[in-house]
């Protein structure tokens, strides 16, 4: 049975880096191709708080000692890289979790 501040933060992961890969492959080439430079601004806002989510979401499962301080630091490094944040759940919980 997955904790509830694992779900939390799965669930996470894969919202901000859905929000990340649109930042990156549809808002940033809009502002680059077709001059909408508020496509930027507007997904760079929500991608903002998303990550900060994120963020909250890694602290709270160290905290409730679900995560260790190695488990969350390679998390916070692996959620600044395109994709790796749709494998938290192996990254954590290992190949056959």
């Known amino acids: 049975m997955i904790d509830k501040s694992l779900k ?5 992961g894969h919202v901000e880096g ?3 890969l649109l930042l990156l492959f549809v808002a940033m080439p809009l502002r680059e191709f ?20 994120l963020m909250y979401a890694i602290f709270i499962g ?3 000692k679900k995560l260790s ?15 790796a944040s749709f ?3 192996r990254i ?3 190949p056959k979790g």
């Open 69 to 83: 301080i190695k488990m969350s630091i390679l998390l916070l490094i692996a959620s600044c890289v395109p994709f």
């Open 62 to 64: 160290y905290l409730n």
């Open 34 to 53: 077709a001059n909408m430079p508020k496509a930027v601004s507007l997904a760079g806002m929500i991608h903002g708080i998303l990550f900060v989510w």
């Open 87 to 89: 494998f938290f759940e």
């Open 92 to 94: 954590v919980l290992g």
């Open 8 to 12: 939390q933060l799965f669930l996470a």
């Open 18 to 20: 859905v929000s990340y």
